[in-house]
């Protein structure tokens, strides 16, 4: 409970600072990062427990449980993110006439 509560307070102090002018865009209440940062205090309070469920396993803790969530995507994003740049290094044009030591005899 204290996690939500210090979670929440974070993002309304956040919407705070932005209604009152610490956002790249003037004070007042239309400011967008005020309204989006107290959308988000508001989604934290009343989804907390969905927010928590996403980082955790559906079993208890022990032997044989599953990892949670995050833990198990984590290796597959890192693996995704690094066969992008593989496809990205070997499709981009270089040439090999000029090397670092000037062109090539």
């Not at 865009?25 to 107290?38: R, S, V």
């Amino acid at each position: 409970m204290a996690a939500r509560i210090g979670v929440t307070v974070a993002a309304l102090l956040l919407a705070a600072i932005a209604f009152l002018g610490g956002a790249p865009t003037p004070a007042g209440l239309l400011n967008p990062f005020g309204i989006l940062f107290l959308f988000l205090a508001v989604l934290i309070w009343f989804a907390w427990d969905k927010i928590v469920g996403g980082y955790a396993s559906g079993r208890p803790a022990g032997e044989g449980a599953e990892l949670p969530l995050m833990a198990r995507f984590g290796p597959v994003f890192i693996k995704g993110i690094m066969s992008l740049r593989h496809t990205n290094l070997r499709s981009s044009p270089t040439s090999p006439s000029v090397g670092p030591s000037g062109p090539a005899a």
